[in-house]
């Protein structure tokens, strides 16, 4: 939204990378050789406890190793998991920088290329962390991206498409993308397809020199429920054999029929064409916000209560202002941007015609807050009865409500800075790429 200059802006706010916020280390010091126990046993988003109890550890075996006290091999795992750790917290993407920052950080030194752990001891690293936090969830991830490969790439059969990347292969985690290649010489016509689907996508075009050559590589990013990224290729290359950085090896790609086998041998009681046909059938929750929010710029309120104007740009000032509160709560910042979409369906009763129209998009979480939001007000107001007031404080999500309520009541001034709405969409996307989404 078009606001004075020099008004904050929330795209000033730092998007959500993987970077959890830093929890408090509570100065116990844990034992390498049961990590994987002392974080299972953290907070959810408390990783950087390896400042306060796995460096501890790692740091005094190599003072160790300076003292030949130390195996080799034990240096080379701590090297893997802390490397791993870069990566599965979305701190580092390659696997190189990570080894190198993992390496630095345990031995605050040069360590030989021989010590450093490979790409395929990171990813089993890796593979360890997505099972430990994420449990069965993986696995039904798995399935959902695997359907959803396959009907992209049934769109798009006349490219050639492969899949490739961890959706293959079955390492997948929270914030993992779908991989495929497609081989055409019109990367138009690619779009065209897209287009045609109704997806919203990015074009970007990457410019790499190794070896003295210089490559330019076209991939296309889809939003979607999972996130898709296409890499194009000449049509004359569709039975190239490209190599793992992980393996070093031939990587492994499937095209439609050979990933048609893979789920029917992997999931033998899956009807597939119904598995397909519900993927196809199901919109990305995103663009339904959208479609829902966008109406309520036309959406004129009453000046007495709103003097800010319409009901998008009321939206989106309370989003900025639950993002100062909670920039991490996915659940609170969906409330505080879809609170009042039913305003633009039933005006008379926008809070019935908001859950109705997100029914089986938001969480259970985020439906309350929304139910309940008009409450919320009077809580603040303390107009509230005291009986009505102890049934909301019943709930867990009681606390929650009062910030939302205070953001709704902040979010009445006219003229501020206030963000548009594909960042605020954009952010509230990478939050559930980076930390794990409702679905």
């Known amino acids: 939204m078009t606001r ?15 970077r959890h916020p830093p929890a408090e280390d509570n100065g116990r010091r844990m034992v390498v050789a049961h990590r994987r126990t002392a974080l299972y046993c953290a907070p959810r988003l408390g990783y950087n406890i390896s400042i306060g109890s796995f460096f501890l550890d790692a740091r005094a075996d190599c003072l160790g190793l300076r003292r030949n006290l130390m195996n080799l091999s034990k240096l080379r795992r701590q090297i893997a ?22 390496a630095r950080r345990l031995c605050q030194g040069w360590v030989k290329p021989a010590d450093l752990p490979s790409n395929a001891e990171i990813r089993d690293e890796v593979q360890a962390l997505a099972r430990m936090y994420e449990g069965d969830q993986r696995n039904r991830d798995l399935l959902d991206m695997r359907l959803q490969a396959l009907h992209l790439m049934r769109v798009l059969k006349k490219f050639k498409p492969r899949l490739i990347g961890s959706v293959m292969t079955g390492h997948v985690r929270q914030g993992s993308d779908i991989d495929l290649h497609v081989f055409t010489d019109s990367v138009h016509l690619v779009c065209a397809e897209l287009d045609e689907l109704g997806l919203i996508y990015d074009v970007e075009r990457k410019r790499v020199v190794k070896n003295d050559e210089e490559r330019v590589f076209t991939h296309i990013h889809v939003k979607d429920r999972f996130p898709v990224e296409i890499t194009v290729y000449a049509a004359d290359q569709a039975h190239y054999v490209f190599k793992s950085s992980i393996t070093g090896k031939a990587i492994e790609r499937a095209n439609i029929s050979e990933l048609e086998q893979l789920l029917q ?34 959406v004129k309120q009453d000046p007495r209560w709103h003097p800010e104007g319409d009901a998008l740009y009321h939206s989106l000032q309370v989003f900025d202002h639950a993002c100062d509160e909670a920039p991490y709560d996915e659940d609170l910042l969906l409330a505080a941007l879809l609170h009042d979409v039913g305003k633009a369906i039933d005006p008379q009763d926008h809070t019935a015609a908001s859950l109705e129209a997100l029914e089986g998009f938001i969480s259970e979480r985020t439906a309350w807050l929304i139910e ?5 007000h009077a809580l603040v107001d303390r107009t509230l009865g005291a009986r009505a007031k102890r049934r909301l404080q019943q709930s867990e999500y009681y606390e929650d409500l009062i910030v939302l309520a ?34």
């Open 81 to 102: 998991f802390e490397a791993a750790r870069l990566m599965y917290f979305r701190q580092e993407s390659e696997y190189y920088r990570a080894k190198q920052k993992a």
């Open 372 to 376: 309940h939001h008009m409450e919320g």
């Open 265 to 298: 041998q992997e999931y033998p009681d899956l009807n597939l064409e119904e598995a397909v046909a519900e993927v196809e059938n199901k919109p990305d929750r995103f663009q339904v916000y959208e479609s829902l929010l966008l109406p309520l710029e036309n």
């Open 4 to 18: 004075p200059t020099g008004a904050r802006r929330s795209s000033d706010r730092p998007p959500p990378s993987g």
């Open 406 to 439: 205070k953001a709704d009541r902040a979010g009445r001034q006219p003229g501020v800075e206030a963000p548009e709405l594909d960042e605020a969409l954009a952010y509230i996307r990478n939050l559930a790429e980076s930390f794990g989404e409702y679905t």
